[in-house]
């Protein structure tokens, strides 16, 4: 889905970055779903208040890397780091 405007005349198709789309597709999960304390909520219902868009999805990435491309083959920094849980066998992320 794009945000951009093609002008007239123009037969150039513009894409957003992936950055972009992950921002605006991935929806992390919250610290405090039940929100700030003493708030009123719906306990029945907690979750997205709004409907869900096309292509949004809940992500579990709380201890993941955001962009696993970026840090492709490079370790830790921290000693005593436990590994990344890369897969070797796969040289990009699922999209």
């Known amino acids: 889905m794009s945000y951009y405007k093609k ?3 123009s037969d ?3 894409m957003e970055l992936s950055t972009v789309q992950s921002q605006r597709n991935e929806i992390l999960q919250e610290e405090f779903p039940e929100g700030p304390f003493g708030a009123a ?3 029945n219902k ?3 208040a709004t409907g ?4 949004q999805h809940s992500t579990t990435t ?3 890397y955001e962009t696993r491309q970026l840090h492709q083959e490079m370790s ?3 000693p005593g780091a436990h590994p990344t849980h890369d897969d070797p066998n ?3 992320e699922p999209l």
């Open 46 to 48: 907690l979750g997205k």
């Open 62 to 64: 709380r201890f993941t």
């Open 76 to 78: 830790r920094q921290y």
């Open 41 to 43: 909520t719906n306990e």
């Open 7 to 9: 002008t007239k005349g």
């Open 12 to 14: 150039e198709e513009y």
């Open 90 to 92: 796969h040289d990009n």
């Open 52 to 55: 869900w868009e096309n292509d």
